[in-house]
């Protein structure tokens, strides 16, 4: 059983940065599309990045694009959200997600496909202030 565990959240100021780190247990990352995904008081659930199978692919959310970034480190099977320029309106619980999903565009555009991810985080807390 996959299990995973969210760190590096916290509360910074407008601009700056954040790295959140999602360590895997009981399966190797490799084998899984990954994702991290955030929920905002009283909205639904979002995807912000995913990565493919073989990290062939990589796509975000436009509110993210050019400011976030996902990787993946297979010796320490850990996977990671880098969070630069972070604004206000970023402040959510973050989630990391793992499945058999294909990361494509869709993933991060449509609602709906944070049911395609298997194994879930408990989430981590980031808080941007102006």
């Known amino acids: 059983q996959l299990q995973l565990v969210e760190s590096g959240g916290g509360s910074v100021h407008s601009g700056g940065s954040l790295k959140l780190s999602c360590v895997a247990s009981?399966?190797?990352?490799?084998?899984?599309?990954i994702a991290w995904f955030r929920q905002a008081p009283e909205k639904e659930r979002e995807a912000v990045s995913c990565?493919?199978?073989?990290?062939?692919?990589?796509h975000y959310a436009d509110s993210v694009k050019g400011r976030f970034n996902i990787s993946r480190d297979k010796a320490k099977n850990t996977m990671y959200l880098q969070m630069d320029n972070l604004k206000p309106e970023d402040t959510a619980v973050y989630y990391c997600?793992?499945?058999?999903?294909?990361?494509?565009?869709?993933?991060?555009?449509?609602?709906?496909?944070?049911?395609?991810?298997?194994?879930w985080g408990k989430g981590t807390l980031v808080t941007v202030s102006s």
């Open positions: 009981g399966s190797a990352l490799g084998g899984y599309g």
């Open positions: 997600a793992v499945g058999a999903v294909q990361c494509s565009p869709v993933v991060v555009t449509a609602p709906g496909w944070d049911a395609w991810y298997e194994y």
């Open positions: 990565l493919g199978v073989g990290a062939d692919s990589t």
